[in-house]
Structure formats: structure tokens, C-alpha cells
């Protein structure tokens, strides 16, 4: 079965620190890996979207990296802002599965001032 | 949000009601997708369309049925709404099944 894992769970960090999530997923080969921002009461908004041939994907304050040989995916905040409050989700497009979507459960990031 | 209307925000139904959920988009986008969001889960599939009259199942398809008689509108009903079908819907779009999608606000839907 196609899977998505996401860590951790939820995270608290401090406004202009750093952090970094993680993905994992367990079928390749996929058609591309894309992560979104959801904010509270709000549908997700597409933050990166990347092909098998690239591994690192930048917007802004966000970078996001792809290893597809140990099928793992971060997302990296630089210089955290309270705006960065929301569910980070983690998606995979399986070529299989002809390119339907899998969603990962979340990553929820607070930033406190 | 892209130019994705849902409606209603927020519902309330008894079991047993049908309901029907309305995606309007004015990006002339082709694929439209209906998906929804519960604790402890990922998003999920219900069903999407591929274009006016061409839809398709998705992983949750079970009580739910769909239409797509223009491009801007895709409808999700459930014909006999049941608890378990209490969730947040997202509609979404697309250009294509490669590109990215836009959501829209969504839709609690709670059945009592």
C-alpha cells in the first residue's frame, strides 16, 4: 500500500529559529512530491512541487529537498514567523497509482513569539 | 483561494437526509476533485472529474455520488447522509493530474 509518514506529529519553535520536517514515503517510482501550508479553518495552499529529477525545491523562506533513493522529503523554515503557524502536508503523485495523489497526515508547527 | 467557491460553509443534516455540496470555479481548469479531511487521516479522495461528464471514484468513494455538467460546477452528494460522513470537504482543481492543485475554503458538513 502506498504511504505517506510524516514527523513529527507537531512542533513548537521560537519566532526566527529554524526547523525542518520530514517525510517519508514507501513507493516509487512517483510522478512528482509537492508540500502545502494548510492554516486553521483554510484549504492548503502548494508551497513546492518536485519531479524525480530534482532534489531541492526553493519559495521563499521554504526549501524543500528530495533523496529518492531513501525516499525521504524535508521541508526547511528559515527564520520562522508567526505566520508559519499551520499543518505542513506532504504529498506523493504515484506513476502506479496513476498519478492519484496520497496525502501525509501533517506536520502541525506553532511559532511563538 | 484561486477562484474555487464552495457552498455551503457549514451544514447541518440529519441521518438519512441527501445533501449536496457545490464546487464553482471560474479558472477554466480541467480536473476538479472532491476530497475529505478528518483527524488521524490525510486528505482522501471521494471522486474527481477529468473534464464536463467524465468522472472517476477515488479511495472513499462509497456513499457519495458526483455530477459535472460544466466545467465551472462539480457537485458532490451523498444520497443518504450517515455520521460518518461528518467532515471537513475540500474541493479542488487543477490544469492537470501533474500539476498543483488549488483548494478551496471547504466545507464542514456535520451529520447528527
Known amino acids: 500500500k502506498n504511504q505517506v509518514e510524516q514527523s513529527p506529529q507537531s512542533l513548537i519553535i521560537l519566532e526566527g529559529k529554524n526547523c525542518t520536517l520530514q517525510c517519508n514515503y514507501t513507493v516509487s517510482p512517483f510522478s512528482n512530491l509537492r508540500w502545502y501550508k494548510q492554516d486553521t479553518g483554510r484549504g492548503p495552499v502548494s508551497l513546492t512541487i518536485m519531479t524525480f529529477s530534482e532534489n531541492t525545491k526553493s519559495n521563499g523562506r521554504y526549501t524543500a529537498t528530495l533523496d529518492a533513493d531513501t525516499k525521504q522529503s524535508s521541508l526547511h523554515i528559515t527564520a520562522s514567523q508567526l505566520s508559519d503557524s499551520a499543518s505542513y502536508i506532504c504529498?506523493?503523485?504515484?506513476?502506479?497509482?496513476?498519478?492519484?495523489?496520497?496525502f501525509g497526515g501533517g506536520t502541525r508547527v506553532l511559532v511563538k513569539p | 483561494d484561486a477562484g474555487i467557491t464552495q457552498s455551503p460553509r457549514h451544514k447541518v443534516t440529519e441521518t438519512g437526509t441527501p445533501v449536496t455540496l457545490r464546487c464553482h470555479q471560474t479558472?477554466?481548469?480541467?480536473?476538479m476533485y472532491w476530497y475529505r479531511q478528518d483527524p488521524g487521516h490525510g486528505l482522501r479522495l471521494i471522486h474527481y472529474s477529468y473534464g464536463v461528464k467524465d468522472t472517476d471514484k477515488g479511495e472513499v468513494s462509497d456513499g457519495y455520488s458526483v455530477s459535472r455538467s460544466k466545467t465551472e460546477d462539480f457537485l458532490l452528494t451523498l444520497e443518504s447522509a450517515t455520521s460518518s460522513q461528518t467532515s471537513v470537504y475540500f474541493c479542488a482543481i487543477s490544469e492537470s493530474d501533474r500539476e498543483k492543485l488549488f483548494f478551496g475554503s471547504g466545507t464542514q458538513l456535520s451529520v447528527l
Open positions: 479558472e477554466n481548469h480541467r480536473y
Open positions: 504529498v506523493v503523485s504515484f506513476k502506479a497509482a496513476g498519478n492519484k495523489l496520497t
